[in-house]
């Protein structure tokens, strides 16, 4: 995504024109090397999609190199915590506004590495998403037909509940109900993989306040 030339007194770092002054880019490269595939799976898994995934990994590493000055100064555990605190905030701009921002990596030139139709099976085979979306289809046959063609408006045709109410001829509040129900029981599909999984960067957030 970039290229790092020696320098005296430790290395320097230029993506398209814009040069960045590192005292380690041998660590940089490590901190990606560790935990880009963490952040990945991470993005991934709550995407649902490993290109968005991938985008939003490339966003996340941007603004840590832009940051390096003082996450350079880190321990690993910090590192890692920072770097997840950083993708949850890629990830709400991006549910809020449904796309990817690419401020970081646009500034500094870098470039998302391209990947094939293979290469997106193995990244959301990483991600567990197969397993993922038969959990959440077996889900959705548990729920009624009324609760499942609520989502359907609501999720997929991004409906509002005064239209969705509308289609179905329910009232608003019943609307409300039936998405709130079916989201509840998806929700509780994933549970035990995301409940794993923010435990872990909880215990990492834990640790950056402890330190700081």
């Not at 920072?82 to 690419?102: G, M, P």
């Not at 030139?109 to 991600?127: F, K, N, T, W, Y």
């Amino acid at each position: 995504m970039w290229s790092a030339t020696a320098r005296r007194n430790g290395h320097r770092i230029r993506a398209r024109g814009t040069l960045v002054l590192m005292d380690d880019a041998d660590a940089f490269s490590e901190l990606y090397r560790r935990e880009g595939e963490a952040v990945l799976i991470f993005l991934t898994r709550r995407t649902w999609d490993g290109e968005t995934a991938l985008e939003l990994t490339a966003e996340t590493f941007a603004v840590a190199l832009r940051s390096w000055r003082k996450l350079g100064t880190l321990g690993r555990e910090q590192q890692r915590a920072w770097l997840f605190t950083v993708a949850r905030r890629q990830l709400s701009r991006y549910l809020r506004r449904a796309k990817v921002e690419r401020t970081a990596v646009q500034r500094l030139g870098m470039q998302i590495p391209s990947v094939d139709h293979d290469d997106l099976q193995l990244i959301e085979r990483r991600a567990g998403l197969p397993e993922l979306r038969r959990m959440v289809e077996l889900e959705l046959t548990r729920l009624s037909s009324a609760q499942r063609e609520a989502l359907r408006l609501r999720v997929v045709e991004e409906c509002s509940y005064a239209e969705l109410a509308l289609q179905l001829r329910i009232s608003e509040q019943t609307a409300r109900a039936r998405v709130s129900r079916g989201l509840r029981a998806l929700a509780r599909a994933l549970e035990p993989y995301h409940a794993a999984e923010d435990g872990r960067i909880a215990g990492c957030d834990a640790a950056q306040e402890g330190a700081s």
